[in-house]
């Protein structure tokens, strides 16, 4: 059977389905939105362009679920809830076409999870198809098959996600956050964590953030930036669900939970940018002459003052040099973010079967300058080993059949005929990414 999407309906109009359906309908699709009440449809319409709004209907669970049968994909994009998720798809599974496919744009419960008890026919037809938010510009597109997915179901969503959305497809394995988020998350809630001792020796959260930046590839909201973007009480929600779905052993289990201070902020709602007034690790004041003043919450005094500078004298300016700077700027950035890419290294073959899709799925979602496995080949993947063994500890998965290998890299050839080195040990085509 050959899959066409060219209709979409999308079940819940919160920031993920409103992105969705104006996404789609600005391809072109004819869209229909979905949500509890007409309230909330309307929010979400308002994402979408008004040149585009005459391709979208729009209706209510209630009223109108049936009329689902008249659309290609169906996108659950509703609460991060499995039990919700369930009587949602049990009721969507009887009214849908044959032929037709179906998705949840979950950021991290697991498909098995979702479609357990559901009839062979949604088995065939269901997978996850997770977008970064803002949808619109995010270029991620993570595409998560269950057991019995279909082929012709996956290759129907590729096709679509990269012809239609123009965004970058990446497999991923059916598998906890997935790709992207499985090693951003660990990146931002290690952090918190090991950043700690940097901040009870004088370091600065400023330098701290400035360090986890450009010096490392990344981009500048560092960490503390980072998760005020995103809101410490979604990070929340992410360690709870790290900490039921991580597989035993997972160096995560460490960081599903934030230090004193953060619950302390999470529990008087200073959760980020969104908090506006209460901020989050750090806020802009508008001051009575109608200028702005830029403050930092001091995770030491758990008070707020005015921003600094950060401090970058010595850090060299090569990318990645300064993980191996004797000092603590360089003890930082190794611990936080070569913790960071030495998890990614023992990652496959769990979340998936490459290395290029996971380096693809951190670019493109949280816009790193390279991925995981094209960093550790920039900076050096024998002083990483080398660091790696003179501290005792084994090496990641990863990194030890780049050992075994005897290769110094990761990936080889032009760019016209590039491989990459496989979790057997051998070398293997980097096809063309599936994207726009």
Not at 156 to 175: E, I, N, P, R, S
Not at 239 to 268: C, I, Q, W, Y
Request: aromatic residues 8%; proline residues 5%.
């Amino acid at each position: 059977m050959s899959r066409q999407i060219e209709s979409v309906a999308v079940l819940g109009c919160g920031t993920m389905g409103s992105g969705i359906a104006a996404a789609s309908a600005a391809a072109g699709c004819r869209v229909l939105m979905l949500d509890v009440d007409a309230a909330a449809v309307e929010r979400g319409l308002a994402a979408v362009d008004e040149d585009h709004r005459g391709r979208v209907e729009t209706g209510t669970f209630d009223a109108d679920l049936p009329r689902i049968a008249d659309y290609d994909w169906i996108c659950e994009a509703i609460v991060e809830d499995v039990a919700i998720k369930q009587h949602l798809f049990a009721q969507v599974e009887p009214l849908r076409k044959d032929g037709s496919v179906i998705s949840s744009n979950t950021s991290g419960i697991p498909l098995r999870d979702i479609a357990a008890g559901m009839p062979d026919r949604f088995q065939r037809d269901v997978a996850i198809t997770h977008f970064f938010n803002p949808v619109r510009v995010m270029k991620l597109f993570e595409l998560v098959p269950g057991e019995q997915t279909s082929p012709d179901v996956i290759d129907a969503f590729a096709a679509f996600g990269a012809a239609q959305l123009g965004k970058g497809v990446v497999h991923a394995k059916d598998t906890v956050n997935f790709i992207g988020n499985r090693i951003g998350c660990y990146f931002m809630l290690s952090g918190l964590h090991r950043a700690k001792p940097f901040l009870a020796d004088g370091m600065t959260q400023e330098t701290i953030d400035a360090v986890l930046g450009k010096p490392v590839g990344l981009p500048p909201t560092g960490l503390y930036g980072l998760i005020d973007l995103i809101g410490l009480d979604v990070m929340d929600l992410v360690g709870k669900n790290l900490a039921v779905n991580l597989p035993p052993g997972d160096a995560g289990h460490a960081f599903t939970s934030f230090p004193e201070v953060e619950e302390r902020m999470l529990e008087r709602g200073q959760l980020g940018r969104k908090s506006r007034e209460t901020g989050g690790f750090g806020r802009v004041q508008k001051l009575d002459d109608g200028s702005k003043k830029k403050e930092t919450f001091d995770l030491v005094d758990e008070e707020w003052r005015d921003a600094q500078e950060p401090d970058l004298s010595g850090v060299p300016g090569g990318l990645g040099d300064v993980l191996f700077e004797d000092s603590p700027h360089g003890d930082l950035a190794w611990q936080i973010f070569g913790g960071t890419l030495r998890y990614a290294a023992g990652l496959v073959p769990e979340i998936a079967d490459d290395i290029v899709n996971i380096d693809n799925a951190i670019r493109w979602g949280f816009n790193w300058a390279q991925g995981p496995f094209e960093l550790l080949d920039t900076i050096g993947t024998e002083r990483v080993i080398g660091r790696i063994r003179s501290e005792g500890a084994e090496l990641p998965a990863m990194l030890q059949v780049l050992a075994d290998s005897g290769s110094p890299t990761f990936y080889r050839g032009t760019d016209d005929a590039r491989e990459h080195l496989g979790r057997d040990g051998a070398w293997h085509p980097v096809e063309s990414p599936v994207e726009s």
